[in-house]
């Protein structure tokens, strides 16, 4: 985590982050925000640590020219990482306005390329994404239903569960505060059909492959699953390493 201080504009951001949860904490507000909605589960609320999330940008070779999208981005501080340090265009979803609006106000303050939007996950518009990050305890499918709409080859990273219809390239271990679990890095699925190099009947897919199911629950003919080395190459990008 320090090392990232060594980049003084980012730890003044963050010390503004740890100033600004002194008088908005985002555990209570997401607590309150729920209970206000009546929901079973309140406790909901937790963050990506920034190490764990370069593991993940890292795995999902996220870079500068991609858009990266974060459904439910929180107090926003790993959509600010991103826009800090891989300088990649960034888009933060969030229902809590209160946490939209700090995070938007910290993007303007540091002048990053960040644009937060109040909004629910499902009405989200993912056309113009190619990375997204899921880390919601509910997959409900009204949450899921946004990423029909993503372009094919852009990579979606969940935690804990992959999704369906989604081409899984690589496995990662992970870190958080709660223990340690599993993030997946997958890829939308070209449309079926006649393929260029690399594409495979599913025939031809190893049994071990997860064969991948559209959303109405029909498998649906994908890429077999990539080797997944930390060397795998995800649309022919190199590995990344960020400093
Ligand atoms: C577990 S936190 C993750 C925060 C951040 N993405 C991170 O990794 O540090 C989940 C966030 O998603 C938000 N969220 C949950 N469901 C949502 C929905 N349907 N629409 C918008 N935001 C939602 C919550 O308010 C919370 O801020």
Not at 46 to 61: D, N, W, Y
Not at 156 to 163: A, V
Not at 187 to 210: M, N, Q, T, V
Request: net charge neutral.
């Amino acid at each position: 985590m320090w090392r990232y201080y060594r980049a003084l504009r980012f730890a003044a951001l963050d010390l503004c982050f740890g100033l600004a949860s002194l008088f908005f904490n985002p555990y209570r507000m997401c607590r309150k925000f729920l209970e206000k909605r009546g929901e079973g589960e309140v406790h909901a609320y937790g963050e990506t640590p920034l190490t764990t999330f370069q593991t993940l940008a890292t795995a999902a070779k996220l870079q500068s020219d991609d858009h990266y999208v974060e459904l439910g981005s929180g107090r926003g501080k790993t959509c600010l990482w991103a826009a800090y340090f891989v300088g990649c265009s960034v888009e933060g979803i969030e229902w809590i306005p209160l946490l939209a609006t700090l995070s938007q106000l910290f993007a303007r303050l540091f002048r990053l390329p960040a644009h937060f939007h109040c909004q629910s996950i499902a009405d989200a518009d993912l056309s113009k994404a190619s990375v997204v990050y899921l880390y919601t305890l509910d997959h409900a499918p009204e949450l899921l239903a946004p990423l029909r709409s993503l372009r094919p080859g852009a990579r979606l990273i969940t935690i804990s569960e992959p999704i369906e219809g989604f081409e899984l390239l690589e496995t990662v271990p992970v870190h958080f505060p709660w223990g340690e679990t599993d993030a997946y890095i997958q890829r939308k699925c070209e449309l079926p059909g006649p393929k260029g190099p690399g594409f495979r009947r599913p025939d031809e897919i190893s049994p071990h492959a997860l064969v991948p199911k559209d959303f109405k629950g029909r498998q649906v003919p994908c890429r077999n699953l990539i080797d997944s080395s930390a060397n795998s190459a995800v649309n022919g990008r190199a590995p990344v390493q960020y400093t």
